[in-house]
């Protein structure tokens, strides 16, 4: 049966779907998107969800799709679709064998409807595009029905869900004598230890392009349309890892990741996460983790 695709509130559930499905780490973590709404209407789920992450031997992993049944709600399949939490991206791989297992499962349990939301793209980091191909391939061969929540509309504002979004979207007039507040980056600021150290990594490494300064603070570069300012202020490195604490992260874009790696390797950086060909993470000289992705072909 063909998979639908539509906007709406999983939650509010107006398709009637028995059994609601999405992407789950390997770490027993539910902190961020939709997973936290999935951790508060199913308490008991995420509690064994956590233990099954915790226990020796795992018992939750990539490729997994694990059924949790609630009584007065929709059933829910966890699938195992990212190993480790924001910075280790989803895995296309997982995502089919999980969603092949999915299938499986809803037959043997007499399931034949199923909602989901994107799943392996926002936190998770994959190109909906492609996760969308392998959705389609295989829920769209399933025989029960398959609805996948596409663009999230909250339940209290939502226009039927099988219906399309508005193409039309009202806007306030704008102020006479103001402009709109719409914000616009144009750099970021760097803080470093040692100046001359970063200004090296920079430019040698990651090619930056030194801009003039006059104000004597620090050094500035032109990276793409990315303004990086190099500010000599800090005490200590940072942890090349992601914390528990809010931390600033880059993220860049190249047209080919094994040359980069390549030129990462040559110049000794620290490579924190060698990635899945798609994408990898390394560290400046004071351990700002820097996400490099490989740009997407236009096919």
């Known amino acids: ?81 990212q190993e480790a939490i924001w910075h280790a991206r989803a895995s296309y791989e997982a995502i089919e064998t999980a969603a092949t297992r999915m299938t499986e499962i809803a037959d043997a349990e007499g399931i034949s409807c199923i909602a989901m939301p994107r799943i392996g793209v926002g936190y998770g980091g994959l190109s909906w595009k492609k996760v969308k191909v392998i959705l389609e391939r295989i829920l769209g061969g399933w025989s029960g029905r398959a609805i996948v929540y596409e663009t999230f509309i909250p339940a209290d504002s ?26 616009h980056g144009i ?45 000599q202020n800090a005490e200590s490195k940072n942890p090349a890892t992601f914390p528990e604490h809010a931390q600033f992260m880059l993220w860049l874009e190249v047209a080919d990741l094994e040359r980069a790696n390549e030129r990462f390797v040559a110049n000794q950086v620290q490579i924190v996460d060698e990635g899945d060909g798609q994408f990898m993470m390394i560290a400046d000289p004071d351990g700002l983790l820097i996400e490099v992705w490989e740009k997407e072909s236009a096919a």
């Open 1 to 81: 049966m063909p998979i639908e695709f539509i906007a709406g509130d999983l939650f509010a559930n107006v398709m009637q779907a028995q059994a609601f499905a999405h992407g789950c780490n390997c770490q027993g973590s539910m902190g961020a998107g939709i997973a936290v709404t999935f951790r508060e209407h199913y308490p008991a789920m995420f509690d064994q969800y956590h233990a099954k992450c915790k226990a020796q031997p795992r018992q939750f992993n990539l490729g997994d799709a694990w059924l949790w049944k609630e009584k007065a709600l929709p059933w829910v399949f966890n699938l195992g679709t």
């Open 158 to 183: 939502a226009a039927p869900a099988s219906a399309p979004a508005p193409s039309i979207v009202q806007r306030a007039p704008k102020r006479k004598g103001s402009s709109a507040s719409r914000f």
């Open 187 to 231: 750099a970021v600021t760097v803080v470093c230890c040692d100046l001359e150290q970063s200004a090296t990594f920079y430019e040698t490494v990651l090619g930056a392009s030194r801009l003039p300064t006059d104000n004597g603070i620090g050094r500035s570069y032109k990276l793409g349309k990315l303004q990086i300012h190099l500010l």
